[in-house]
């Protein structure tokens, strides 16, 4: 039962959740058309592997040009850029993440080692594994990065080099370092915000931020997650807060996170959408990733954030165990970490 977990109970299964949540999403990732996500997929209950080609893929559009062979992210990946159909993660196997949470692994995998957090060593550690091709095999290479390599190629320093930022993808690793650091929140609440600055900078993926943390952490110490929600949207004044969630609790979900609230990846539609499943299903950990992954659009990163939430009000039993036997990343709280 929930009210039985330990904090870090709660801390590790907000961990599963946060691989999960995107690990669910991965194959039908940026499907804005729901019927060609349900006609290609039916409904996404188990993780799977993406099909080779997907019919609402925009990568045709998106470009990047190193400026010099040290600012190459993309490696043998650069040659589908540019072509139609081309699913994001390709190459993934089920039960895989992407990006932007095999880059949150690297995270942990620090604080275990170090037993602390170090934002120079994750700089070091984050541009080798992005410069290295054999470090991952995701096609897709998101907008922050290709900015970091871009103003690193210019000569500026490292803690210079994050660009503006508004996507949810960038609160993945800053949500890792809040549960890590369970049993310090005042601590984890500093460092990650010190690490979203290295690379999502600006205020307003800060206040995306300390939304999360303001219902993220409670829940952690032991608070029912919609009391948290319902709290933390009473206490201040932060615009990500301000959705009646309650009150649209009886409209349809896909209405609500599609019509109501964007499914695009874009942080002041994202995150109130995240705490609006959240709430609605505190208590239906699987109803809730699944409902949000076959919402569409950024799924992955929405559903790694509300897995994370989920995660820690349900503890690690709470998620299914054929989810967590195929995830093929197995989270642990880093051991040193406090």
């Not at 110490?221 to 807060?241: C, T, W």
């Not at 959408?273 to 990163?301: I, P, S, W």
Request: one cysteine or more; charged letters at 20%; aromatic letters at 8%.
């Amino acid at each position: 039962m929930p009210d039985q977990l330990t904090s870090a109970d709660r801390a590790a299964g907000a961990l599963w959740g946060l691989f999960l949540g995107d690990a669910l999403a991965m194959p039908v990732h940026w499907y804005y058309d729901r019927q060609a996500l349900f006609n290609d997929y039916g409904e996404v209950r188990d993780l799977m592997a993406p099909l080779p080609r997907h019919s609402g893929s925009i990568l045709h559009r998106s470009h990047y040009e190193p400026l010099n062979e040290d600012a190459d992210i993309l490696h043998d990946q650069a040659q589908y850029w540019g072509q139609r159909d081309v699913h994001y993660h390709q190459h993934l196997q089920a039960g895989e993440n992407t990006l932007n949470l095999q880059l949150a692994q690297l995270l942990l995998d620090q604080v275990d080692e170090q037993g602390v957090y170090s934002s120079d060593l994750f700089l070091q550690e984050m541009i080798a594994f992005l410069r290295n091709p054999d470090s991952h095999r995701d096609t897709y290479v998101e907008e922050w990065a290709r900015g970091f390599f871009t103003r690193r190629a210019q000569g500026l320093s490292l803690s210079r080099c994050a660009v503006e930022e508004k996507h949810i993808g960038g609160l993945v690793g800053a949500t890792a370092l809040l549960i890590a650091y369970h049993a310090e929140p005042d601590t984890g609440r500093v460092l990650a915000h010190e690490h979203l600055q290295l690379t999502h900078r600006g205020t307003h993926m800060a206040k995306a931020l300390e939304a999360v943390a303001d219902i993220l952490q409670p829940v952690l110490a032991g608070k029912d997650l919609v009391q948290s929600v319902d709290q933390a949207r009473r206490k201040n004044g932060n615009r990500f807060l301000t959705f009646d969630f309650a009150g649209y609790a009886r409209r349809d979900d896909l209405e609500v996170v599609g019509r109501v609230l964007s499914t695009a990846c874009y942080v002041e539609e994202a995150v109130p959408a995240v705490f609006y499943l959240a709430r609605k299903y505190a208590h239906q950990a699987e109803k809730a990733l699944v409902t949000n992954t076959m919402a569409g659009g950024d799924n992955c990163h929405r559903g790694a954030i509300l897995g994370a939430l989920l995660g820690a009000q349900c503890g690690p039993e709470g998620w299914p165990l054929r989810w967590r036997q195929n995830l093929l990343y197995h989270p642990s709280l880093p051991l040193d970490a406090p």
